[in-house]
């Protein structure tokens, strides 16, 4: 890496640094929600993988970042708290004229909160965006990394978009980029029934398999749709038969511990990982079509 890049990398670092505090420091509003006791820690990365070619993109995640926090001063003042399909729909079909692949709602659990954030308002709209799967494929590789920040980018852009969008029609709102964020996305979006989380704390989608990142979108609408019932519960059941992300992982990165409370959790060790996507490329689900699995395992 030449002098100028190694500057730019310390340069992106110091924005995450400064992404943090702002994080910690968001204002809750009236309708705001705080993590407990429950609520997992944030691990910010104390360093980037940059290259030259993503160097952009990265600059380009950490400024999207800044501006979750940043434009919450311009949301409406006495916004609306209801909706109807109408704007629900056409929401759904801007969403997707920006790239979104599935849209979702969920009220968010505290306990899905990092520790030491807050949300300005307790109802989500999940966004999913597809990871493309020649990429993926290929990993480990320059291509699979460059399209990962290239996903974190675009889906970050398009929340803060689909966010501005709200507020221009009276909503009050609060974005959280999809890399990093304000709460733990895969449990969000498991509960918003569009999949299930598998052992590698990724989540898995009928569409996508585990490939996809996430995004959220906080608001001040009460009256969101939310899943009452998922049906995905199944892949956990096969998961804990398959485990070959676990042993495909060169690091040992992914683990499981019992938790105060007696609830098993993936644990990604953070000074193990590679970052490499190889459990993503070696899931199951990214082998083999969803419901391919599904009937075979489900009479």
């Known amino acids: 890496m030449t002098m100028l890049s190694e500057l730019k990398s310390r340069y992106a670092a110091y924005r995450l640094n400064k992404i943090n505090l702002l994080e910690t420091s968001a204002p809750t509003g009236e309708g705001g929600i705080e993590s407990n006791t429950l609520s997992p820690p ?3 990365p104390d360093k980037l993988k940059i290259t030259l070619k993503t160097l952009p993109k990265q600059l380009s995640i950490a400024k999207n970042m800044e501006h979750t926090v940043k434009s919450l001063k311009n949301n409406p003042e006495n916004p609306e708290t209801m909706t109807n399909n109408e ?29 030491d954030r807050k949300l300005a308002y307790e109802n989500a709209i999940i966004l999913v965006m597809e990871m493309d799967k020649m990429a993926i494929d290929n990993a480990p590789s320059s291509q699979t990394q460059e399209m990962g920040v290239v996903t974190y980018d675009e889906l970050g852009k398009a ?6 969008y709200l507020r221009e029609n009276g909503v009050a709102a609060q974005a959280s980029h999809p890399a990093g964020g304000f709460v733990v996305y895969p449990a969000l979006a498991q509960k918003a029934g569009l999949g299930w989380k598998g052992r590698h704390g990724m989540l898995i989608t009928p569409e996508f398999g585990p490939r996809q990142r996430i995004s959220a979108i906080f608001t001040s609408i009460n009256n969101l749709p939310g899943k009452g019932s998922n049906s995905h519960s199944w892949v956990s059941d096969f998961c804990e038969k398959c485990g070959k992300c676990i042993k495909a992982c060169p690091g040992n990165a992914i683990t499981e511990e019992v938790d105060a409370n007696g609830r098993t959790r993936t644990v990604i060790l953070k000074e193990s990982c590679h970052g490499c996507t190889i459990c993503m490329k070696e899931c199951s689900f990214n082998k083999r079509e969803y419901y391919q699995i599904k009937s075979r395992l489900v009479s």
């Open 42 to 44: 944030k691990i910010m």
């Open 87 to 115: 704007f629900k729909e056409e929401f759904e079909s801007y969403a997707s004229s920006i790239g979104i692949d599935k849209v979702a709602y969920t009220p968010v659990p505290a306990e899905f909160i990092f520790q």
């Open 159 to 164: 929340t803060n978009l689909l966010t501005d």
